[in-house]
Nanobody
Framework: QVQLRESGGGLVPAGGSLRLSCVTSGSKFSHNSMAWYRQAPGKEREFVARVTVGTSTHYADSVKGRFTISRDGAKNTAYLQMDSLKPEDTAVYYC??????????????WGQGTQVTVSS
């Protein structure tokens, strides 16, 4: 079993910064990629950013130039540095991990989510 644990959410004024972390733990696995998604009230969950094991990164247009995703393979941790935050960034942010588990193949896991609130 693989678990994801997010941290770093909170309340920040517009223009401020936050750094989210997501730690993957559990039985033997290897990462294929890690990503962040978000879901605002009344809206569907949307993609924010992804980093592959080869450290390629991809971003939603709405966060390009403001958010930076990275990963520390040794710590099985992904980070999302969020700068120049806007009120429209307010949402629950979810960590997503695409991993390969020996004997099980590729599987996708989600964290429980962390609230980010940006005040205007």
């Amino acid at each position: 079993q693989v678990q994801l644990r997010e941290s770093g959410g909170g309340l920040v004024p517009a223009g401020g910064s936050l750094r989210l972390s997501c730690v993957t733990s559990g039985s033997k696995f290897s990462h294929n990629s890690m990503a962040w998604y978000r879901q605002a009230p009344g809206k569907e969950r949307e993609f924010v950013a992804r980093v592959t094991v080869g450290t390629s990164t991809h971003y939603a247009d709405s966060v390009k130039g403001r958010f930076t995703i990275s990963r520390d393979g040794a710590k099985n941790t992904a980070y999302l540095q969020m700068d120049s935050l806007k009120p429209e960034d307010t949402a629950v942010y979810y960590c997503n991990a695409d991993v390969t588990v020996p004997g099980w193949g590729a599987r996708e896991y989600w964290g429980q989510g962390t609230q980010v609130t940006v005040s205007s």
